[in-house]
């Protein structure tokens, strides 16, 4: 099931390396121009009806039958080997991640030109740069982005005001602010800090990414022991270690302190704005003063889209851009479908979880903003439903839909997708900072450990 929290989970990790590319086959079903088979990771129950509703829009008009098969992104991998091996992959596999579409290219096993020719027959100027960057590798489009979920960091406005305190948009503020907050009752900050879990390696690499810290150089060699990673794995730990809550910190707890009024600040997923809303029924804000206004937490949080260290040269983003892949050997109605599912059907699938489908698709020739215009009006949330627009100030939701340009990943600008995903998938990162805040290593011999262990993993993808 796809984790609301881990947005931006790797589902594929080294294991996927063993699908070779002589199991490039869709099987029977793709050799039939009248139906296709689309496997999606949007696999929970009312996310599958919505999307079951757009293919059929899609089969009215087209005449081709699809055949939706849902997922679940922790069962993906050992679902792939196993179709791989027995020649019958689908046809299009849809909201997979930026390291999910990484390994399958390195597998090869995308239709690379399929997706050129649908980004180029939409527009290519239609879409977010960035996400046409990210799913590219030497200037070759892998795939088709579809829409995006940032990482934010959510914080009190009102005790910022209070307290005179600037908004956490560099890590100096950060750092002032969790300090000034800091109490027996209240922790400055709540952030990921669990070993073993791709929710830390997503926070950190933000914090990473800000300050310069990159996992490769332009020449692709590992640089995890530069000055830039030593000072953002110190940056981050002492602050979850002198300014946080005790034991390891992971999505669940991190919420449940921010919701519970227990937190200053706080890093998640745009997926949290339904739920900070009072939107979904097993997830609601318990602070104080939610009981009397359950719109308390969502109307006195200020959210910022991109941090700045004081070796970064910009401000970075971070954030999970999912995908359409056709697959080789894909049916030719295959390009059909993803041009109609980022077309007529593109509000529609926006509409499945706008929360967390952030559009990077931006308009159309005729309207740029249609689909950003669109986003914004559209209904949130899983038990209640409530348009963004509704709670969330119209600078904000401008904010939030332009965060995707601002997004950086370790590796894929610098062709070391896979790379990448190893590194994440091996909590190489996760378990430094585990230790670090447990027992204080040094940035220094953090950053060696982490430039070792990477270097392996590198020696071993063979690149």
């Known amino acids: 099931m796809r984790q ?9 990790t080294v294991a996927l390396l063993g699908i070779t590319a002589c199991s490039g086959s869709s099987g029977d079903a793709s050799s039939e121009t009248d139906q296709l088979t689309v496997w999606t990771t949007e696999d929970l129950p009312d996310r599958v009806a919505s999307q079951q509703a757009i ?3 899609f089969s009215e008009s087209s005449g081709i039958e699809v055949e939706l098969v849902a997922i679940a992104e922790d069962q993906l991998t050992s679902v792939l080997s196993s179709s791989a091996a027995s020649g019958e992959l689908p046809d ?3 909201a997979l991640s930026l390291n999910g579409m990484n390994q399958l290219s390195t597998d090869g096993l995308l239709n690379t030109s399929a997706a050129a020719a649908v980004v180029e027959e939409l527009g290519a100027d ?7 960057e990210l799913t590219s590798s030497d200037g070759e489009q892998l795939s088709v982005p579809s829409d995006a979920f940032a990482q934010l960091l959510f914080y009190r406005q009102d005790l910022f005001e209070q307290a005179g305190l600037d908004a956490p948009t560099t890590f100096e503020a950060i750092e002032k602010a969790a300090q000034a907050l800091h109490t027996d009752e209240l922790a400055g900050i709540v952030a990921a800090t669990a070993p073993a879990d791709s929710f830390t390696q997503q926070t950190f690499e933000q914090f990473a990414l800000a300050n310069g810290c990159e996992l490769v150089g332009d020449d692709g060699g590992v640089t995890l022991n530069s000055d830039q990673c030593q000072e ?6 002492a602050l979850l270690r002198d300014y946080s809550v005790p ?21 998640w997923s745009s997926f949290l704005l339904d739920e900070l809303a009072g939107l979904r029924s097993d997830a609601l804000p318990t602070c104080a003063e939610c009981a009397d206004d359950p719109a308390f937490l969502a109307d006195n949080t200020g959210i910022v889209t991109a941090i700045q260290g004081p070796d970064g040269e910009q401000p970075a983003g971070y954030g999970e851009i999912v995908s359409w892949n056709i697959l080789n050997d894909a049916a030719p109605a295959a390009q059909d479908l993803v041009t109609f599912m980022m077309g007529d059907g593109y509000q529609d699938w926006l509409a499945v979880a706008p929360e967390g489908k952030i559009p990077v698709r931006l308009g159309t020739a005729d309207n740029p903003t249609e689909f950003t215009d669109a986003w914004q009006g559209l209904e949130a949330g899983v038990d209640s439903k409530a348009l963004l627009s509704s709670i969330y100030a119209p600078e904000t939701l401008a904010e939030i839909s332009q965060s995707t340009n601002q997004f ?8 070391q997708g896979a790379l990448a995903a190893a590194v994440s998938g091996q909590f190489i990162a996760p378990q430094i900072i585990a230790s670090m805040v447990s027992s204080g290593t040094s940035g220094e011999e953090a950053a060696s450990q982490a430039q070792d262990e990477a270097e392996s993993l590198q020696a071993d993808l063979g690149q």
């Open 4 to 12: 609301r929290y881990a947005a931006f989970c790797s589902v594929m």
């Open 55 to 57: 293919m059929d829009q």
């Open 92 to 94: 299009v596999i849809g």
């Open 126 to 132: 239609t879409f977010s740069p960035r996400s046409l």
């Open 232 to 237: 953002s794995l110190t940056f981050y730990s």
């Open 247 to 267: 034991g390891n910190q992971d999505a669940d707890t991190t919420r449940a302190s921010y919701f519970a009024g227990d937190a200053a600040m706080t890093v």
């Open 408 to 415: 950086k990943r370790w590796g894929i600008p610098q062709g």
